[in-house]
């Protein structure tokens, strides 16, 4: 399998930021690490050689991306403000920076055909797929969330402003009636999956919480509600990553 690792200056954090490219063509896929985790956890739990198949077969090319969540989300030296502005920092670092790579790099590799992005992530990286999804829908045509929450409300309690209220799915989408990005979201793959065992229970909530909104702005989605035996952990995410990612390629 071809692998690359990079390191990058980023404008917009003001600091090297690291990620790890892993395949040679086929559908770009940007996947996001768990709360405080780095760019290597993806391998690191197994989840490329999961998909390995895909990949060497030249139909999946895996971007694993790194976090700063010690500096926004998990700080514990600034207050709520300070780290939703450092946030969006990173925001911009992914989609202004990263992704416009991605797909440049994707486009080389696949013939000239333009392509977009598969966006996954697994509990943290869960949250931050869908929020990336659901803000910047012209970048995405398939969204596989796994064990998220897709509001801020477990990072910021009641805390809300601009720069929180738009990093929160369940907060902006209710009022979201602009059929530019309605009409994306109803044309993309769109997977969310939860267990029902130990650890999930903030993880369910959510999940019920945006699929009774996905329905009732007529988007269709696929929510999987996996056992009671199915816990939050990387051993149910590989076996569910495969199922999906099989599914959707």
């Not at 996001?32 to 985790?37: E, H, R, V």
């Not at 601009?162 to 009409?183: A, I, K, M, T």
């Not at 793959?189 to 993880?203: F, H, K, R, S």
Request: charged share 20%; glycine share 8%; net charge negative.
């Amino acid at each position: 399998m071809k692998t690359s690792y990079r390191k990058e200056y980023s404008r917009h954090l003001q600091r090297d930021m690291e990620y790890k490219v892993y395949g040679h063509a086929g559908k770009p896929m940007l996947v996001f690490p768990t709360s405080l985790g780095r760019f290597y956890q993806y391998e690191d739990s197994g989840m490329i050689e999961t998909l390995s198949g895909f990949i060497e077969a030249g139909k999946l090319q895996i971007w694993a991306c790194d976090s700063i969540d010690e500096e926004t989300f998990f700080s514990t030296h600034w207050n709520h403000e300070d780290k939703a502005i450092r946030h969006e920092q990173y925001d911009k670092y992914i989609t202004q920076e990263l992704i416009p790579g991605i797909l440049q790099e994707s486009k080389g590799n696949n013939g000239g055909d333009d392509q977009k992005i598969l966006i996954s992530g697994c509990s943290m990286g869960a949250y931050y797929s869908a929020s990336f999804f659901f803000r910047y829908p012209h970048f995405f045509d398939t969204l596989i969330a796994l064990s998220g929450v897709y509001s801020t409300y477990y990072f910021f309690g009641d805390y809300m402003s601009e720069n929180v209220y738009f990093n929160s799915p369940l907060h902006y989408l209710p009022g979201l009636n602009d059929e530019h990005y309605l009409g994306q979201y109803r044309s993309s793959q769109i997977i969310l999956c939860v267990g029902q065992g130990a650890y999930e229970d903030e993880m369910l909530h959510e999940t019920r919480l945006l699929q009774d909104l996905l329905q009732r702005k007529g988007i269709p989605a696929r929510i999987d509600y996996w056992g009671h035996d199915v816990n939050h952990d990387w051993p149910w995410w590989n076996r569910q990553i495969h199922y999906y990612v099989s599914s959707c390629l």
